[in-house]
């Protein structure tokens, strides 16, 4: 059993705690949360024992090998820095980090740290659904492009729409957030697992008076074709992603929510393909990380944790390419 400490305490570590017992491979044990008495209102129902309201007492003195880090994004680097120093296993959430500088700058810390390991929660492209996409999709003999879109209003966007300040992190430059960093991710990562890094990439944002990018179109381009990738919290869209063959065409009902991927051949026949699914989709990703956490050396863990070290690499960079070509800037980029 893999002892878990967790640092966020919103909703999406209910997610995970609830995925986590699903696995039968982590147990809560401590948690850290800005003021002492939250972690124990939050942990205390998950049997957690153990709470800090100081990061450095955290590390320190906390009984936990796998540390999940689900804090706004700009405080990715400095607590994911803070776990590796003290050799941990640390589950990221997406976006891990904000730019490349703050990437290379953990990947010569986990180098130095041989004992640690550091993974992003990039949960869809470890469901058994996204595998079976990505099978179907070696199948097919063209590709000629894609359309990804994840698009959903966020309830936080009310806050800003009524100017009730401070405005959600998420809706704020000072936490680096935005359309591309919390859902753009989901497509960009899609496009990189599928069809690798692209030759390059653009972005055109539609700006928040909050000062973020609130939806936005991407265009990812390849030797042969272009991905677009549609993403945003101020709208709402009822799309699918599509990956166009020739005749044939791939269908994620969603791709980061994946429910159903539908293969129509070349005669517009579909076939749905089967996969395990589990109604939480970040059972995948734990079962997956724990794998790595239990037997980090064994060659196949090694391989996989390589796998999606490069890809959240290459994911970070494409980010950050798109970020530039629409002169969206955090102050985040400045901590050089
Ligand atoms: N994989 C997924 O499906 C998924 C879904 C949602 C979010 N996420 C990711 O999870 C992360 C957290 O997202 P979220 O929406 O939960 O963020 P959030 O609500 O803004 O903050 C998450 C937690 O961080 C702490 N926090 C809040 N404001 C802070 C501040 N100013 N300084 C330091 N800590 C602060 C709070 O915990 P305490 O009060 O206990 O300190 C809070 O519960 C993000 O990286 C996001 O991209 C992933």
Redesign the pocket.
Known sequence: MLKLGII?????TDQMLDAAKTTGQYQLTAVY??TLT??KE?GEPYGATAFYDSLEDFFDEGDFDVVYI????S??YEQARLAIENDKFVIL???AFVNPEEFSRIESLLAAHPKARLVE?A?HIHTGLFHAGEDQLKKMDTIQGANITVMKYSSRYDKVLADEKPYP??FTPE?AGGALM?LGVYAVYGAVTLFGVPDSVVYFPTMTKSGVDGMGTAILTYDQFAVTLNFGKTANSHLVSEIYGLKDTLVFDSIFDTTKVTYFDANQEPTELEAPYFENSMVDELNDFAALFNAPDDPEQVANYKRWQTLSREVNAVMYNLRESAELTFPADNNR
Request: net charge positive.
């Open positions: 966020g305490t919103n909703i999406i949360s800005r939250r972690a939050y689900a804090s706004p994004n405080k990715h959430e997406k976006p929660a949960r992190n998420i936490f919390d």
